[in-house]
């Protein structure tokens, strides 16, 4: 059966942390490592209720500023600082731009509940027929209701369409309900990979 639609995770995929040094940089001036300063925001219990939408991005970083022990005031300057290496990979948004006239593209992202606005500020909104994003319908993934949901909007059928996550076990429960999935390592990897799917 052909493909008819691909869909893509955002963080670590089309967005990835290129730069480890601002990151790393903010984590020694707290007391923390590289690894200790991605689980304040990633790791926490927090940052699990805002990726499900129970609590706003804004919530969460109220928390984060909490547990390192910082005035609210200092949110900005600590967001900023953290996401300062973090780069979009234009290769990845002109290939899925590229699909749109033969083949639906969608996003599923385990996200905080401002990413459907930044991606429209970074103006790639357009690469999506939709986005399906944890913090908006309440689902995580690796939970299979959030890929059916994503598969529902977009009218295809799981064998019709493509995963493509760096978190194998998102990849594999996708597969589990006949999506192809397409493990995240390289932009390369990942064209190269998406294309020999689509060519049957």
């Known amino acids: 059966m052909s493909i008819r ?13 290129e730069e480890k040094g601002p990151r790393a940089e903010l984590g020694k001036s707290l007391g923390l490592d590289y690894d200790g300063m991605d689980r304040v925001v990633f ?11 129970i609590i706003s991005r804004e919530q969460h970083w109220r928390n984060v500023a ?42 599923i992202s385990n996200a905080f509940s401002d990413l459907r606005e930044w991606v429209v500020q970074q103006k790639f909104d357009d690469v999506f ?5 944890s913090s908006e319908i309440g689902i995580t993934k690796p939970d299979a209701r959030i890929y059916r949901q994503a598969l529902e ?21 996708a597969t589990a309900l006949g999506v ?16 020999k799917l689509l060519a049957g």
């Not at 639609?5 to 942390?17: K, S």
């Not at 027929?129 to 994003?133: G, P």
């Open 129 to 133: 027929d939709d986005m399906t994003i």
């Open 153 to 173: 909007k977009l009218n295809v059928r799981p064998e019709e369409a493509v995963f493509v996550d760096d978190m194998p076990a998102n990849v594999e429960a």
């Open 66 to 107: 909490r547990a390192l022990n910082l005035p609210e005031s200092e949110i900005p300057r600590c967001s900023e600082a953290f996401f300062a290496g973090d780069r979009t990979d234009p290769a990845l948004v002109d290939f899925l731009r590229s699909l749109r006239p033969t083949c639906k593209v969608g996003l």
């Open 5 to 17: 639609a691909v869909y893509f995770d955002l963080g670590g995929v089309i967005l990835r942390t």
């Open 180 to 195: 192809r999935g397409v493990v995240f390592k390289t932009s390369g990897q990942a064209i190269a990979d998406i294309k």
């Open 43 to 53: 790791g926490s219990e927090s940052a699990q209720q805002a990726a499900l939408g």
